[in-house]
Protein backbone atom coordinates (compact mmCIF):
# COMPACT_ATOMS: atom_id res chain seq x y z
CA UNK A 1 0.00 0.00 0.00
CA UNK A 2 0.85 3.74 -0.21
CA UNK A 3 1.03 5.17 2.74
CA UNK A 4 1.17 9.02 4.04
CA UNK A 5 2.25 9.53 7.91
CA UNK A 6 1.85 13.40 9.29
CA UNK A 7 4.41 14.31 12.36
CA UNK A 8 6.07 10.91 10.90
CA UNK A 9 9.42 12.54 12.46
CA UNK A 10 8.17 12.39 15.87
CA UNK A 11 7.98 9.46 18.46
CA UNK A 12 4.88 7.43 17.21
CA UNK A 13 5.27 8.34 13.40
CA UNK A 14 8.65 7.33 13.12
CA UNK A 15 8.16 3.67 14.76
CA UNK A 16 5.15 3.27 12.37
CA UNK A 17 6.62 4.69 9.38
CA UNK A 18 9.78 2.37 9.78
CA UNK A 19 8.17 -0.78 10.54
CA UNK A 20 5.16 -0.22 7.75
CA UNK A 21 8.91 0.02 4.82
CA UNK A 22 9.35 -3.04 6.64
CA UNK A 23 6.75 -4.80 5.70
CA UNK A 24 6.92 -3.78 2.07
CA UNK A 25 4.93 -0.77 1.64
CA UNK A 26 5.49 2.59 0.23
CA UNK A 27 5.57 5.83 3.23
CA UNK A 28 5.93 9.86 2.44
CA UNK A 29 6.22 11.10 5.52
CA UNK A 30 5.29 14.93 6.61
CA UNK A 31 6.61 17.27 9.05
CA UNK A 32 7.05 20.06 10.34
CA UNK A 33 10.28 19.33 12.63
CA UNK A 34 9.04 21.72 14.97
CA UNK A 35 9.68 18.92 17.65
CA UNK A 36 10.63 15.62 15.76
CA UNK A 37 13.59 14.17 14.40
CA UNK A 38 13.78 12.72 11.30
CA UNK A 39 17.53 11.09 11.68
CA UNK A 40 16.00 7.87 12.56
CA UNK A 41 13.96 7.24 9.51
CA UNK A 42 14.67 4.10 7.08
CA UNK A 43 16.12 5.93 4.19
CA UNK A 44 13.62 4.41 1.75
CA UNK A 45 10.77 6.63 3.85
CA UNK A 46 10.25 9.50 1.36
CA UNK A 47 10.26 12.85 3.67
CA UNK A 48 9.31 16.13 3.06
CA UNK A 49 9.34 18.93 5.82
CA UNK A 50 5.99 21.08 6.12
CA UNK A 51 2.89 22.01 8.04
CA UNK A 52 -0.08 20.04 8.37
CA UNK A 53 -1.83 23.61 6.96
CA UNK A 54 -0.57 23.61 3.96
CA UNK A 55 -3.71 22.19 1.76
CA UNK A 56 -1.26 22.59 -1.80
CA UNK A 57 1.09 20.69 -0.02
CA UNK A 58 -0.76 17.62 1.00
CA UNK A 59 -2.52 17.45 -2.98
CA UNK A 60 0.74 16.76 -4.26
CA UNK A 61 1.34 14.27 -0.92
CA UNK A 62 -1.52 13.09 -1.42
CA UNK A 63 -1.56 11.83 -5.31
CA UNK A 64 -2.41 7.69 -5.36
CA UNK A 65 -1.97 7.35 -1.29
CA UNK A 66 -4.64 4.40 -0.19
CA UNK A 67 -4.72 5.15 3.50
CA UNK A 68 -3.58 8.31 5.44
CA UNK A 69 -2.43 8.43 9.20
CA UNK A 70 -2.60 12.02 11.24
CA UNK A 71 -0.28 11.96 13.75
CA UNK A 72 1.53 15.42 13.37
CA UNK A 73 0.20 17.65 16.45
CA UNK A 74 1.00 19.52 19.57
CA UNK A 75 1.22 17.10 22.36
CA UNK A 76 2.32 18.88 25.38
CA UNK A 77 -1.12 19.08 27.97
CA UNK A 78 0.45 22.13 30.07
CA UNK A 79 1.68 24.06 27.33
CA UNK A 80 -1.65 23.51 25.55
CA UNK A 81 -3.32 25.21 28.76
CA UNK A 82 -0.63 28.06 27.93
CA UNK A 83 -1.65 28.05 24.41
CA UNK A 84 -4.97 26.88 23.42
CA UNK A 85 -4.93 29.21 20.27
CA UNK A 86 -1.10 27.21 19.05
CA UNK A 87 -3.28 23.65 20.01
CA UNK A 88 -6.67 24.65 18.09
CA UNK A 89 -4.67 25.81 14.48
CA UNK A 90 -2.32 22.48 14.61
CA UNK A 91 -4.96 19.95 16.09
CA UNK A 92 -8.20 21.17 14.81
CA UNK A 93 -7.03 23.18 11.85
CA UNK A 94 -4.23 20.97 10.51
CA UNK A 95 -6.67 18.34 10.69
CA UNK A 96 -9.49 19.96 9.03
CA UNK A 97 -7.44 20.73 6.42
CA UNK A 98 -5.74 17.32 5.98
CA UNK A 99 -9.76 16.40 5.40
CA UNK A 100 -10.45 18.33 2.83
CA UNK A 101 -7.53 17.55 0.56
CA UNK A 102 -8.11 14.21 1.46
CA UNK A 103 -11.40 15.23 -0.66
CA UNK A 104 -10.49 16.95 -2.90
CA UNK A 105 -8.07 14.35 -4.50
CA UNK A 106 -10.36 11.28 -3.04
CA UNK A 107 -8.21 9.12 -0.92
CA UNK A 108 -9.85 5.79 0.91
CA UNK A 109 -8.89 6.15 4.45
CA UNK A 110 -7.72 7.97 7.51
CA UNK A 111 -6.95 6.82 10.99
CA UNK A 112 -6.65 9.71 13.31
CA UNK A 113 -4.49 9.57 16.03
CA UNK A 114 -6.50 11.14 19.34
CA UNK A 115 -6.21 10.53 22.73
CA UNK A 116 -7.20 9.02 26.38
CA UNK A 117 -7.17 11.97 27.27
CA UNK A 118 -10.24 13.07 26.08
CA UNK A 119 -11.76 10.69 28.85
CA UNK A 120 -11.17 13.10 31.63
CA UNK A 121 -12.45 12.49 34.89
CA UNK A 122 -14.83 9.46 34.99
CA UNK A 123 -16.65 7.29 37.89
CA UNK A 124 -16.52 4.04 36.30
CA UNK A 125 -12.73 2.23 35.30
CA UNK A 126 -12.09 1.20 32.43
CA UNK A 127 -12.64 3.81 29.82
CA UNK A 128 -14.82 2.40 27.27
CA UNK A 129 -15.22 4.65 23.57
CA UNK A 130 -19.30 5.12 24.07
CA UNK A 131 -18.11 6.66 27.52
CA UNK A 132 -19.27 10.49 27.24
CA UNK A 133 -15.72 12.52 26.87
CA UNK A 134 -14.99 14.91 29.68
CA UNK A 135 -11.56 16.68 28.52
CA UNK A 136 -9.77 19.16 30.76
CA UNK A 137 -7.42 20.24 28.81
CA UNK A 138 -7.12 22.51 25.52
CA UNK A 139 -5.15 19.85 24.12
CA UNK A 140 -7.88 16.83 25.05
CA UNK A 141 -10.61 19.63 23.36
CA UNK A 142 -8.64 19.79 20.45
CA UNK A 143 -8.47 15.79 20.25
CA UNK A 144 -11.98 15.60 20.50
CA UNK A 145 -12.55 18.42 18.41
CA UNK A 146 -10.51 16.16 15.37
CA UNK A 147 -12.22 12.88 16.11
CA UNK A 148 -15.65 14.63 14.94
CA UNK A 149 -14.45 16.43 12.09
CA UNK A 150 -12.60 13.65 11.18
CA UNK A 151 -15.95 11.55 11.42
CA UNK A 152 -18.26 14.00 10.28
CA UNK A 153 -16.03 15.17 7.15
CA UNK A 154 -15.58 11.50 6.27
CA UNK A 155 -19.09 10.63 6.49
CA UNK A 156 -20.04 13.54 4.01
CA UNK A 157 -17.29 12.76 1.94
CA UNK A 158 -17.06 8.84 1.92
CA UNK A 159 -13.96 8.41 3.38
CA UNK A 160 -13.04 5.70 5.40
CA UNK A 161 -11.94 6.65 9.33
CA UNK A 162 -10.79 5.16 12.16
CA UNK A 163 -9.65 7.21 15.42
CA UNK A 164 -7.46 5.45 18.02
CA UNK A 165 -7.68 7.10 21.41
CA UNK A 166 -4.04 6.08 22.62
CA UNK A 167 -3.32 5.98 26.18
CA UNK A 168 0.01 7.08 27.98
CA UNK A 169 2.69 5.48 25.57
CA UNK A 170 6.30 5.12 26.29
CA UNK A 171 9.59 3.36 24.32
CA UNK A 172 13.15 3.92 23.09
CA UNK A 173 13.38 7.05 21.62
CA UNK A 174 10.39 9.38 23.47
CA UNK A 175 10.87 12.97 23.11
CA UNK A 176 12.28 14.75 25.95
CA UNK A 177 11.44 18.57 26.04
CA UNK A 178 13.08 20.50 28.55
CA UNK A 179 10.10 21.39 30.13
CA UNK A 180 6.93 18.74 30.21
CA UNK A 181 8.85 15.99 30.09
CA UNK A 182 6.65 12.71 30.23
CA UNK A 183 6.37 10.74 33.17
CA UNK A 184 8.48 7.78 31.94
CA UNK A 185 11.49 9.49 30.42
CA UNK A 186 11.27 11.85 33.26
CA UNK A 187 11.33 8.92 36.20
CA UNK A 188 14.40 6.82 33.39
CA UNK A 189 16.31 10.34 33.28
CA UNK A 190 16.44 10.57 37.16
CA UNK A 191 16.70 7.22 38.03
CA UNK A 192 19.79 6.69 36.06
CA UNK A 193 21.45 9.90 36.78
CA UNK A 194 20.92 8.74 40.73
CA UNK A 195 18.98 11.96 41.10
CA UNK A 196 15.42 12.17 42.75
CA UNK A 197 12.31 11.41 41.35
CA UNK A 198 9.35 13.91 41.66
CA UNK A 199 5.67 12.17 41.77
CA UNK A 200 3.23 14.75 41.40
CA UNK A 201 0.03 14.34 44.02
CA UNK A 202 0.04 11.36 46.21
CA UNK A 203 1.21 8.98 44.00
CA UNK A 204 -1.79 6.84 43.41
CA UNK A 205 -3.13 8.60 40.59
CA UNK A 206 -3.68 5.74 38.15
CA UNK A 207 -2.70 5.22 34.18
CA UNK A 208 -2.47 3.57 31.60
CA UNK A 209 1.48 3.00 30.17
CA UNK A 210 1.25 1.12 26.53
CA UNK A 211 4.36 0.30 24.68
CA UNK A 212 5.19 1.78 21.19
CA UNK A 213 5.58 -1.59 19.17
CA UNK A 214 1.91 -2.20 20.69
CA UNK A 215 0.45 1.23 19.44
CA UNK A 216 1.97 0.67 16.42
CA UNK A 217 0.63 -2.84 15.90
CA UNK A 218 -2.83 -1.35 16.19
CA UNK A 219 -2.04 1.37 14.00
CA UNK A 220 -0.28 -0.80 11.24
CA UNK A 221 -4.19 -2.97 12.31
CA UNK A 222 -6.40 0.14 11.69
CA UNK A 223 -5.10 0.80 7.95
CA UNK A 224 -6.79 -2.30 6.66
CA UNK A 225 -9.47 -3.43 9.57
CA UNK A 226 -12.62 -4.05 7.42
CA UNK A 227 -15.06 -3.09 10.33
CA UNK A 228 -12.92 -0.16 11.53
CA UNK A 229 -14.79 2.28 9.39
CA UNK A 230 -16.20 5.15 11.73
CA UNK A 231 -15.41 3.55 14.58
CA UNK A 232 -13.36 5.27 17.74
CA UNK A 233 -11.12 2.79 19.27
CA UNK A 234 -8.98 2.69 22.27
CA UNK A 235 -5.52 1.99 22.34
CA UNK A 236 -3.29 1.06 25.77
CA UNK A 237 -2.58 -1.59 28.08
CA UNK A 238 -5.78 -2.49 29.37
CA UNK A 239 -3.32 -2.37 32.69
CA UNK A 240 -4.02 0.31 35.26
CA UNK A 241 -0.55 1.59 37.33
CA UNK A 242 -0.28 3.79 39.85
CA UNK A 243 2.59 6.51 39.56
CA UNK A 244 4.16 5.70 42.74
CA UNK A 245 4.55 1.77 41.47
CA UNK A 246 5.80 3.11 38.49
CA UNK A 247 8.48 4.88 40.33
CA UNK A 248 9.33 1.54 42.13
CA UNK A 249 9.78 0.07 38.47
CA UNK A 250 12.08 2.03 37.18
CA UNK A 251 14.36 1.92 40.33
CA UNK A 252 14.42 -1.90 39.55
CA UNK A 253 14.74 -1.80 36.06
CA UNK A 254 17.51 1.31 36.05
CA UNK A 255 18.95 -0.78 39.68
CA UNK A 256 19.43 2.70 41.12
CA UNK A 257 18.28 3.73 44.18
CA UNK A 258 16.99 7.26 43.89
CA UNK A 259 15.14 9.74 46.33
CA UNK A 260 11.35 9.74 45.60
CA UNK A 261 9.95 12.72 46.63
CA UNK A 262 5.98 13.52 46.44
CA UNK A 263 4.89 17.44 45.04
CA UNK A 264 1.67 17.56 46.88
CA UNK A 265 0.91 20.86 45.63
CA UNK A 266 0.88 19.93 42.16
CA UNK A 267 -1.89 17.06 42.13
CA UNK A 268 -1.12 15.31 38.65
CA UNK A 269 -4.29 15.28 36.81
CA UNK A 270 -6.78 12.98 36.56
CA UNK A 271 -7.39 10.15 39.14
CA UNK A 272 -6.98 7.01 37.28
CA UNK A 273 -7.19 5.84 33.51
CA UNK A 274 -7.39 2.53 32.16
CA UNK A 275 -8.40 1.47 28.77
CA UNK A 276 -11.11 -0.73 28.00
CA UNK A 277 -9.93 -2.92 25.01
CA UNK A 278 -13.01 -5.10 24.08
CA UNK A 279 -13.11 -3.00 21.06
CA UNK A 280 -9.57 -3.07 20.18
CA UNK A 281 -9.62 -6.75 20.43
CA UNK A 282 -12.72 -7.43 18.32
CA UNK A 283 -11.60 -4.49 15.14
CA UNK A 284 -8.07 -4.98 15.19
CA UNK A 285 -7.31 -7.99 16.52
CA UNK A 286 -5.36 -6.26 19.20
CA UNK A 287 -3.20 -7.85 22.24
CA UNK A 288 -1.16 -5.77 23.89
CA UNK A 289 2.34 -7.78 23.92
CA UNK A 290 4.93 -5.91 26.51
CA UNK A 291 4.63 -5.77 30.35
CA UNK A 292 5.26 -2.56 31.77
CA UNK A 293 8.26 -4.27 33.62
CA UNK A 294 10.00 -5.21 29.98
CA UNK A 295 8.81 -2.47 28.24
CA UNK A 296 10.98 0.16 31.02
CA UNK A 297 14.26 -2.72 30.26
CA UNK A 298 13.82 -2.44 26.77
CA UNK A 299 13.60 1.27 26.75
CA UNK A 300 16.56 1.53 28.49
CA UNK A 301 18.88 -0.69 26.79
CA UNK A 302 17.67 1.08 23.13
CA UNK A 303 17.78 4.26 24.43
CA UNK A 304 21.52 3.84 25.93
CA UNK A 305 22.67 2.00 22.34
CA UNK A 306 21.38 4.69 20.52
CA UNK A 307 23.09 7.47 22.50
CA UNK A 308 26.17 5.35 21.97
CA UNK A 309 25.86 5.36 18.40
CA UNK A 310 25.69 9.08 18.70
CA UNK A 311 28.14 9.57 20.47
CA UNK A 312 30.09 8.05 17.61
CA UNK A 313 28.64 9.67 14.72
CA UNK A 314 29.70 13.31 16.30
CA UNK A 315 33.12 11.87 17.55
P1 LIG B 1 5.64 13.90 18.95
O1 LIG B 1 5.64 15.30 19.46
O2 LIG B 1 6.88 13.10 19.08
O3 LIG B 1 5.17 13.88 17.42
C1 LIG B 1 4.40 14.88 16.83
C2 LIG B 1 5.09 15.29 15.54
O4 LIG B 1 4.28 16.27 14.87
C3 LIG B 1 6.47 15.94 15.77
O5 LIG B 1 7.44 15.28 14.99
C4 LIG B 1 6.28 17.39 15.30
O6 LIG B 1 7.46 17.92 14.71
C5 LIG B 1 5.13 17.24 14.33
N1 LIG B 1 4.35 18.49 14.17
C6 LIG B 1 3.94 19.34 15.13
N2 LIG B 1 3.28 20.37 14.58
C7 LIG B 1 3.27 20.17 13.24
C8 LIG B 1 2.76 20.89 12.14
N3 LIG B 1 2.12 22.07 12.31
N4 LIG B 1 2.93 20.40 10.90
C9 LIG B 1 3.61 19.22 10.70
N5 LIG B 1 4.12 18.50 11.71
C10 LIG B 1 3.97 18.96 12.97
O7 LIG B 1 4.43 13.16 19.68
P2 LIG B 1 4.02 11.62 19.68
O8 LIG B 1 4.07 11.18 21.09
O9 LIG B 1 4.73 10.86 18.64
O10 LIG B 1 2.49 11.76 19.29
C11 LIG B 1 2.01 11.49 17.98
C12 LIG B 1 0.50 11.60 17.97
O11 LIG B 1 -0.04 10.67 18.90
C13 LIG B 1 -0.02 12.97 18.38
O12 LIG B 1 -1.13 13.28 17.58
C14 LIG B 1 -0.47 12.78 19.82
O13 LIG B 1 -1.51 13.66 20.16
C15 LIG B 1 -0.92 11.32 19.79
N6 LIG B 1 -0.86 10.68 21.10
C16 LIG B 1 0.35 10.41 21.67
C17 LIG B 1 0.38 9.77 22.90
C18 LIG B 1 1.68 9.44 23.60
O14 LIG B 1 1.62 8.98 24.74
N7 LIG B 1 2.85 9.61 22.98
C19 LIG B 1 -0.82 9.48 23.58
C20 LIG B 1 -2.02 9.80 22.96
C21 LIG B 1 -2.03 10.39 21.71
Known sequence: MQFLITGAAGFLGQGLANRLVQDGHAVRALDDLSTGDPSTLSPDIHFTRGDVNDRPKFWTLLQDVDCVYHLAARVLVPESVLYPRDYDTVNVGGTVTLMEAMRDVGVRRVVFISSGAIYGEQTEQPLREDMRPNPRSPYAVSKLAGEYYVRTIGNLW??????????????????????????????????????????????????????????????????????????????????????????????????????????????????????????????????????????????????????????????
Do not use: W
Not at 242 to 258: F, I, N, Y
Not at 274 to 300: E, F, H, I, R, W
Open 158 to 315: GIETVCLRVFNAYGPGQQMPPTYTPVIPNFLRHATRNGTIVVNGDGSQTRDYVYKDDVVNAMAAAATAPEANQQIINVGSGIETSVSELARLVKAATGTEPEIVYNPRNAGGVERMCADLTLAKKLLNYQPLVSLKDGLGMTLEQDERLQKQQTQTNA
